[in-house]
């Protein structure tokens, strides 16, 4: 990341195997530094390595000769993105499986790049296309004619109906639903009448949905998810 980070002191060569907090340091780990506060706790001094904001440089003068220092005036973007490089396992790193479990039920008609995952007990239906990359956790069900797109994460007991498409890179979590139909009703005297929703479900590149989270198809047209959108677990978007 040489655009956001510059390393004070190249010569202290220091390495670390996991992420600290502020408050629980240790000499084997990363820190990120964003306010003079932090430096207030003694568990600070034992990182092997800071992330810091270039403002508090002054604040860690003695400390160059022993912590490798790196500053950076966006310590949260460093942070997401060493984490995220270099610490964060990912999907297929917290099973204890890989490619297509024998459990899993794929249509004849579905269409699967190399290198994806289908976990247990997942159903996958007519005409689906996951594309390279992407791994399904267990106990999902995919309907017909949906499209996940390339490097896509769908986390164990995720619904997604019929017709549903994802784009690049997009990370569904756990007892989420895409596509079921809205909550539609017109009313009259004579009664309460369902609207039928016909439109779709369109997520765009890196969308990421949370946890128990569901997101309506259209009643006419699509519903349409931009790229880059994150939602928090236990959103609905009708």
């Known amino acids: 990341f040489p655009q956001l980070l510059e390393w004070v002191n190249p010569t202290v060569n220091n390495s670390a195997d996991r992420v600290c907090s502020p408050s629980h340091g ?34 860690v003068a003695a400390s160059l000769e022993s912590v ?30 890989q490619g297509i479990h024998p459990t899993a039920v794929i249509h004849s008609s579905a ?3 190399d290198n994806v995952d289908v976990g ?19 106990h999902c069900v995919i309907d017909m004619g949906c499209h996940i797109g390339p490097h896509s994460e769908i986390h164990s007991h995720v619904h997604i109906y019929a017709g549903v498409s994802l784009g690049e890179g997009c990370r569904i979590l756990s007892m989420t639903v895409l596509g079921n139909s809205g909550f539609g009703f017109a009313g009259s005297k004579d009664g309460i009448h369902h609207i039928p929703h016909l439109g779709g479900l369109r997520l765009g590149n890196y969308v990421e949905v949370g946890s128990c989270s569901t997101i309506a198809r259209g009643t006419i047209d699509d519903t349409v998810i931009g790229d880059n959108c ?5 959103c609905h978007i009708a």
């Open 68 to 97: 490798s220092v790196l500053t950076t005036n966006q310590v949260d973007i460093a942070m997401a993105m060493i984490i995220q490089k270099f610490f964060a396992p990912n999907a297929r790193q917290l099973v204890d499986w």
């Open 111 to 113: 269409r699967l790049a």
């Open 120 to 138: 247990p007990y997942t159903v996958i239906g007519a005409n689906v296309k996951i594309e390279t990359g992407s791994h399904i956790g267990s």
């Open 230 to 234: 994150k939602f928090d677990c236990h």
């Open 26 to 59: 240790s000499n084997d780990c990363i820190q990120f530094l964003s306010h003079e506060k932090h430096f207030t706790d003694a568990a600070v001094s034992q990182a092997a390595i800071w992330v810091i904001h270039q403002s508090l440089l002054p604040k």
